[in-house]
């Protein structure tokens, strides 16, 4: 009996330190990317804001050639959705809306998240000019863990599983881009 007790108050000592420490730990993850394209800003812009063009270049809707795609609102304008749902769990099932637009400069917009987790996050591409016929790009994911799994954000290591994403994104917007 002695020996269960000790394994009970050993467990409950595990769990209240794991808790406390994701009391204390950060909720909140960012993770950005940019590159320089090779074009003039209002042509990177005009491309990047529609959310039909995104499934051109992001890397999650190239890993499901036979995700179903659904748009809703005018393509472009802030209320616009791109809604996805694919067999593939790294895509799953989910929706993008312009929440925003700085002309020119920035697009936000939220991610929600249905399969294989239900989560929310929100995001940016934004547009700025470097030169005459450079535009320099960055793209943008920001969200909440929330309590107590935030405990497992180190771990998950978000920088550089979101950000790997959005670097290879990038890569594919500036190659469609220039050529």
Known sequence: MGFIKKILIALILIIAI???AAAIMPK?????????????????FNYVRSLKNQNEFSVWAKLD??????????????GSISAWESEVKEVGKGEQEITKITEGK??????????????????????????????????????????????????????QMIGNDLQKGLENLKAKMEN
Request: proline share 7%; aromatic share 8%; hydrophobic share 40%.
């Open 65 to 78: 050639p036979k995700m179903k795609s659904t748009f809703t609102g005018t393509d472009g304008q802030v």
């Open 106 to 159: 920035r697009i936000d917009f939220d991610l929600r998240f249905k399969e294989p987790m239900n989560d929310t996050a929100v995001g940016f591409m934004s547009t700025e000019s470097v030169s005459g016929n450079q535009t320099k790009v960055k793209w943008g994911i920001n969200g909440v863990m929330p309590y107590p799994m935030n405990i497992m954000l180190p771990m998950m290591k978000m920088d």
């Open 28 to 44: 909140d993850y960012a993770v950005e990317r940019e590159i320089t394209i090779n074009k003039p800003v209002d042509s990177v």
């Open 18 to 20: 794991v808790l406390i």
